[in-house]
């Protein structure tokens, strides 16, 4: 054999060498890829929620993985693989993604492995990458204006330690939930925008039933929301109050209007006890005196050192009474001026009546159990009101001018 058919051989095994290299090499590439698909395809997606505060979502399947944002407890995540301790996810919905806007026209890509990274900047990690063709739609970053701002790709991956998240259910589950979450959250701004454009009217003009509809509801049927739950409920405790203030100051001003029309269709109905149904909204008695449990050390009725000051505050107005009565009897002790037979006995809830208005009748409202109405407006300095806040009580009372308020007036003079 000649020595350039000798070359020649050598040469040609040389190549076959080569080409059988590059065939294996390429069959363990499409084995790998292929495993690599089988496995994402022998997991079954699901819908996941955190577990625990301040957990980390990372760019790479690693502690050492670039942080992206913490979720907080009750976060709802979509699963859909694992890398060793990690769970592979969507990105949550609100996240953002960047690609240069030179590789898109009209809305498709133009070029192959078009990077999109987390920021609009070239040193930006890559979170996916576009191919000739795919379409997209975003918008021109305000950041920086050669980027596009889109929504990740569908193959984006971020991920999440398995240990802090519990299996709810399938990828299903997350999308009836954010459902429900929508809903909720547009019940609660409807019921609230309505009652405050209901508020701004006349109170014989508010229709604020719907609104109140929608806070029970919220508290009732979506305790699945605490959040919203909580506020749905503070915002109707708050709509309740400004509803009462604002029935009583439209009864007042009637009454003041016309105080002789209007006071009989308020005044509460005098019956005695042995008469009124247990279950009645309002109980009275012609001899109260005769009714109390713990009678007050009435040497110090006008004693402000016994008293807290709003209790005292009324102490000029109850000395006046006391000195007009006590000129016209013969025992004028100040028992048997509180001790008389016109005392009364009321029931009902005690609430705070704070508004700053001159000549107020009293410091508190008796609430109907009932209807939750006032009927009454009440006073003392001979027992601590504000101790019985909120409470359904029984009180000993005596009448007093209501300086033509809607309601009567009373002084209190013992409460069960």
């Known amino acids: 054999m000649s020595q350039n058919a000798k070359w020649i051989l050598t040469i040609l095994t040389v190549l076959s060498q080569s080409i059988t290299c590059s065939l294996i090499a390429e069959d363990n590439v499409s084995s790998t890829s292929q495993q690599n698909q089988a496995s994402a395809q022998s997991f079954e997606p699901f819908t996941g929620r955190i577990t625990r505060n301040k957990v980390r979502m990372r760019l790479q399947p690693s502690l050492d993985g670039q942080i992206l944002q913490e979720f907080v407890h009750d976060d709802l995540i979509m699963v859909v693989g694992d890398a060793d301790d990690f769970y592979a996810i969507l990105p949550p919905k609100d996240s953002k993604a960047y690609v ?5 026209l009209d809305n498709k890509v133009e070029g192959n492995k078009v990077n999109v990274r987390l920021e609009p900047a070239l040193e930006s990690p890559v979170i996916a990458q576009l191919h000739s063709g795919d ?12 980027w596009l701002e889109i929504a990740p790709p569908a193959s984006t991956r971020f991920y999440v330690c398995k240990e802090y998240v519990e299996k709810i259910g399938s990828p299903a ?8 979450k929508e809903e909720v959250n547009e019940l609660l701004n409807r019921s609230y925008q309505v009652s405050q454009a209901e508020l701004q009217k006349n109170y014989d003009e508010m229709k604020l039933d719907h ?7 919220i508290i009732n049927e979506y305790s699945d929301f605490p959040d919203q739950a909580a506020r749905a409920k503070e915002l109707l405790a708050n709509l309740q109050e400004l509803l009462l203030q604002k029935k009583i100051e439209y009864l007042e001003a009637k009454a003041a209007n016309n105080s002789a029309a209007l006071a009989d269709p308020y005044q509460v109905e005098i019956v005695s006890l042995s008469a009124a149904p247990i279950d009645d909204d309002t109980h009275f008695a012609s001899s109260a005196a005769s009714q ?21 505050a009324w102490i000029p107005n109850e000395k006046a009474l006391y000195e007009a009565w006590s000129s016209q009897n013969s025992n004028p002790s100040p028992e048997a001026f509180y001790l008389n037979p016109e005392s009364l006995t009321l029931t009902g ?8 208005v001159k000549n107020k009748p009293g410091d508190f409202l008796l ?13 003392s300095t001979a027992v601590n009101l ?10 000993q009372v005596v009448k007093r001018p209501n300086n033509n308020f809607a309601f009567p007036a009373y002084y209190v003079i013992s409460i069960e």
């Open 100 to 104: 240069f806007r030179t590789f898109v």
């Open 135 to 146: 379409e997209i739609h975003g918008v021109i970053s305000p950041l920086n204006s050669k």
């Open 173 to 180: 589950v997350m999308a009836q939930i954010e459902k429900r």
């Open 211 to 217: 609104s109140i509809k929608g806070f029970k509801k």
């Open 292 to 312: 109390i449990k713990t009678a007050p050390n009435w040497n110090k009725v006008f004693d402000p050192s016994s008293m807290n000051s709003k209790m005292a």
């Open 349 to 356: 809830i005690l609430e705070p009546y704070a508004r700053a």
């Open 367 to 379: 609430l109907s159990t009932i209807s939750n109405l006032p009927i009454a407006y009440l006073y």
């Open 386 to 395: 504000q101790e019985k806040l909120g409470h359904i009580s029984t009180v």
